[in-house]
């Protein structure tokens, strides 16, 4: 069974430019996480969202940052305008509709401004 | 803020049993045990998790006490590539959450 899918593994952008991180969950889960992880730092909570819909975005900064996850497709995390303070390894999690199960995670997408 | 203490790092000789402790005194009882672990440039893997049953599986083993306010995971034959920082998280069971991580323990396995 494939886990959970991220790419690109590593991308470069300039300042002011957009990035777009695509995550796409295992096979049968329809959770979808997203968590930041900045150098030196802990893992910190982003966004949460089910097909279609946002179900949390408490950890997800009011601009610049946006998340989907469409019907068909993967999961995409935008960031527009790129600071250097973005640089981050941005990790995408899933989970199956069973609350209780434990959320899987991908090797994360590790992303420079330069 | 993340309702469980560790510490910050441990050391183990490879080929032994590394226990990790964990403290979470004020677990409510709905919520689970999790135990995940980051291995360097990685991301987190998923290891076990309990509810107040001692659990084991292939990675590990969960032991619970009988109050629920600590655990420790047991890796019982550890390995140079055990060498990672592990996150005991408490959640919720019966709903999607998000995981608050906290800083976990840095794991050294010694040759």
């Known amino acids: 069974n494939a886990g959970v899918m991220q790419n690109p593994r590593h991308l470069v952008r300039r300042r002011g430019q957009e990035a777009r991180l695509r995550c796409s969950p295992m096979k049968g889960h329809s959770h979808v996480y997203w968590y930041r992880q900045l150098p030196e730092e802990g893992l910190k909570f982003m966004v949460y969202l089910q097909k279609e819909n946002i179900i949390d975005e408490s950890g997800m900064p009011k601009e610049r940052f946006s998340a989907e996850f469409p019907k068909e497709g993967p999961s995409i995390l935008r960031i527009q305008q790129v600071v250097r303070g973005d640089s981050a390894a941005y990790f995408c999690?899933?989970?199956?509709?069973?609350?209780?199960?434990?959320?899987?995670f991908g090797d994360g997408t590790r992303l420079s401004i330069l | 803020d993340a309702k469980t203490t560790q510490p910050p790092s441990m050391d183990c000789a490879e080929g032994r049993a590394a226990n990790l402790p964990c403290n979470h005194s004020t677990i409510s009882g709905n919520e689970y045990v999790y135990w995940y672990r980051q291995i360097h440039s990685q991301g987190p893997q998923y290891i076990i998790h309990?509810?107040?049953n001692n659990e084991t599986n292939e990675m590990a083993s969960l032991i619970i006490t009988e109050d629920r306010k600590s655990s420790t995971l047991i890796l019982p034959h550890a390995t140079l590539r055990d060498t990672a920082v592990y996150y005991c998280?408490?959640?919720?069971?019966?709903?999607?959450?998000?995981?608050?991580f906290g800083k976990g323990t840095r794991l050294h396995i010694l040759p």
């Open positions: 999690a899933s989970s199956p509709p069973d609350s209780y199960q434990p959320q899987h």
């Open positions: 998280i408490v959640r919720v069971g019966n709903r999607d959450d998000k995981i608050i």
């Open positions: 309990g509810l107040k």
